[in-house]
């Protein structure tokens, strides 16, 4: 997400250097809406969802199992067991969650290049850096995605 901003900016400055470029076709996009509308992205954070309610249980089975043991060097060997377990299980599922979601993001901006290039625009920016012009075509990318 962060390189997409970087690169709408970019593309914002060069629009405002380009200014004999009027004739243009240019066209918005709220990207934020796109993404908010996916379904990929949808199914990908309630599947994220899922997974952290699973790293409670694990919050859950230790508290329970620090509970019943009264040895205090247990205590801190079971400690560090499921401290290292829910470290390791968290740190996996942000991984594959970035990826995936980059992925998404990826597939996202093709989408978009691909229906900007259909419905003939010579440039697409970013709703959120754009102060004023260009047309909103968020509603016809959004039907080409689907």
Known sequence: MKCFRIMSAMCCVLMFAQVGFAQDKIGVV????IVNNSSE?????????SQIQALNKIV???????AKESDPQKIVMLQDKYAAEFN?????????????????????????????KKNNYDMVL??????YGGEDITDIVARDIK
Do not use: G, M, P
């Open 126 to 131: 970013a709703k959120s850096v754009v102060f």
């Open 60 to 66: 859950t089975d230790a508290q329970n199992a620090i």
């Open 30 to 33: 709220d990207i934020q809406a």
């Open 88 to 116: 390791n299980k968290k740190q996996s599922i942000d991984s594959n969650y970035q990826s995936r979601l980059s992925a998404i993001e990826t597939k996202l901006k093709r989408d978009i290049l691909e229906s900007a």
């Open 41 to 49: 992205v949808r199914a990908l954070k309630q599947e994220h969802t």
